[in-house]
């Protein structure tokens, strides 16, 4: 799944594919390393490693360099990896990122192509209240947000008004019907709770509807009912980035929804990113191939087969990466976290972003087609409301997603995996949206691991080196300042 983000001319219509799921490009024309850590020369002989990696090199660089401050490598660069990388530097330890893309944002991916601002990866900041994590830096940028859902939507991340749902003939569907039925939807998500606390063993949700449509078939639609049922289905496929005959029954209700609605982020994510990122010493087209853990140090290897001495590591690599093993770890991790890792499953969720020479469709939110199954419902985002450009942003997820992408991948959600993922292993710290249980899959989940794992590396060395202030987004130097929502 290299492809990331192509462009390409369809009669009145551009065209952005953003596939931004689990994977790294391929990237060369890294920069000269200049950070707080040391590069080991590359050595051709029978034990490279040994020869150069001597610990009177490594202290007296530091010493003479730095100071007495540890030394961090921080592995991806996306929202967790920079949040990390901010925090620990900010707190004055010695901090690089080494990123294999040739840009930093990983998921978070604004794109300008078409003249302005378009998000191909994360677009909403879900939870617009002082409750998010990433609340005070947006407040603070003054960034537009553009309000798309009140707390408690049966959609997640859209209200049911302002919409237009078509049929395949094209006719539009009428709106009362579709309250009527995004009620009968609500009641049967209700119903599975029942099923959930009559059986005792984990299920899919969709085998769970099943079983609610048997004990209470009054609940059963059909016609151009059903088809609305199943395209309210698909928008919550669409939330999890995943197949209802993969979404855990009894996990799926644990993720932490945060009160305030959800935003769309009218100016891009990327704002955000690069304000975390001023000043960091971030090495691009940096793919790390092997991560080794010594006596009180690690030593990380990259595509060209540099290696690099720390003293300790951050990994904010996707969970997709770490289950591929393209990154060797040695010695292995302990079974437990190898099994916390192949345990947890990844969803899929792509975006293929329309520009038009100007609007046709009606002056509503969202678009969306009603069909037989959900594989067939879509759901078209505009955002035209939000942004004034004549953009609609289709989303396909789970299986329709992996056919456009021809790649396998597979989703579940237990319980204590993210807890695992997330624990330090020696020297070695994990974060990442998927090291994140209240918040997986998110943005700000993201963020708020990279400066768990920023705050956990801070206690190892703390003992060593003494106190380090870490960065903290509500406090620093600046007061709060309120998110800026053009739609209450
Ligand atoms: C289409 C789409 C829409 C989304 N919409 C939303 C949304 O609206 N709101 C929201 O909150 N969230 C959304 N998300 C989820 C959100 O984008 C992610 O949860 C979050 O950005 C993940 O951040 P991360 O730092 O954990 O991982 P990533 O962003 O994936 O960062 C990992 C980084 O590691 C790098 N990397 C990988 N392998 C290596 C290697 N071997 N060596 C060095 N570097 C490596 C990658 O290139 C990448 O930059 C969306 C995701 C997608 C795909």
Redesign the pocket.
Known sequence: MNQEANASTVNDCSLNF?N??ID??NNSGGIAVQGGLIEIPQCSDQNPARNILSPGLCHTNFEIKHGISPSIIV???????IAAARALHDAKFQVTV????DR?????HTDYSFGFPVDM????L?GASNKNPLSPLIGRLQLKLYRTSGDDSVLYDHDLERYALFDMDGNQVANDLVSKVSVIFESILEETDLVRDIISRDMTISRAISLVFERRPDLRLDGLAHKILQWCLSRMEGWFAADANTISLESWHDEELLPGGHCIMVEGYLPVIRKLAKDLDIQLG????KVAREENQVTVTVEDGRTFLTDAAIV???LG?LKSG??QFEPRLPDWKEEAMNDLGIGI???IVLLFSEVFWPNVEFLGVVAETCYLCSYFLNLHKATGHPVLVYMPAGQLARDIEKIYDTVGRPHDLYKKLRIPVEYLFFA???TSFEFS??????YS?GLKAADDCRMLFREKYGEFDLYNPAIVGEETVGLLITRK
């Not at 990866?121 to 909403?124: D, E, K, L, V």
């Not at 899959?441 to 993201?446: E, K, L």
């Open positions: 953003g931004l799921c790294e490009d592995i991806g660069g996306g929202f967790a990896g080494l990123e294999s893309r930093i944002g990983g998921r978070v990866g994360a677009s909403w879900q940096h793919r790390v191939t904010a690599v996707p990466v393209r990154i969720e792509n975006k990442g949206e998927a899959g998110s943005a700000h989940g993201a691991s």
